[in-house]
């Protein structure tokens, strides 16, 4: 195997979830394209990493610190939503139904992957808990995310704080005939007057 | 959206059968990992594609011109195997039962893609074929694959050269009971004394 091949295949399965296979289509693929897109995919590459911040109030990423959404003053900012991830956040905001800010955790309780409470952002959280009302965490559905969830409620308990969740129930479009047990418990327990 | 993510993110997505979220997971996890390592896989993309060349013999990928392949004494110069791609080569390679040359076509006839043979390396295996006894033909087994087959044992015929294909019938380790139909037509048709 050509070592300059062989290296790139190796940097291509660093990627998340990428194996030889797919490393080695991305690899071919990257030796066919013009030596032009060539460049502009390894600049936009390191550009991301040298241009890119961590916010220091919300732990969102950002170009600028404070992020866009931390020092924009038409913000609610008596509401702040707590998410997993920078993605998680963005899918929010696409909705354009959520005005207030946001806290990134980078991650969820997960004993079994080394990651502890310790390990995310709840301590800066704490810190910015002034003249908040509300505290909406929208950690995901998963075990991880409900203990999470959880951690944090109970951490907040002894604030003047309102701790709300996403709700849980059938999504949109989903059907009742396959939806598995725990959603439709959760959905039976969510239930609404209409 | 930051600007230097959404080019990543971009720029991944031109990543063969890379989506919209599947690149938004590269481009965070490029921006999760150290600078270093960053530069790395920047520099890994941009050397491929300036130290890899294609031979002008085979058409495979080489650092040197002519390929390792092609420039090996002890190779067997009267038999070439046709491959569609570089990665075809690598992988009847790995097996270490052939010692022949290669010759890669560079994609296979498919008019609905816009290939046909002219598109392929046929001309230039058309030129090497002094001294050659055996072209074996190792083209996928799917509908394009086989009417390259067909196209270039077609041309081959004035040729005083034998045309082999690769044996189809059930892979090792399958089972008859899953097998489709045309897999088991190609097993009864090939069948073998034993």
Redesign the interface.
Known sequence: ?????T??I??FK????VGQKQA????????K?S?D????????????????KTCSICCS???ENPCEICSDEKRDKKTICVVE???DL?VIEKTGKYKGLYHVLLGVISPLDGVYQDNLSIKSLLKRLDGVKEVLIATNPTVEGDATAMYISDVLKKYDITVTRLAKGIPSGGSIEYADEVTLVNALDGRKKI
């Open positions: 195997m050509i070592r300059a091949l290296q790139l190796e940097a660093k990627l998340p979830s080695e289509r991305y690899a071919l693929f990257v030796i394209n030596e897109s060539i460049e502009n995919f390894a600049s936009a590459i390191v550009n991301a990493k040298k241009n890119i990423l950002c170009e991830n920078y993605t963005q």
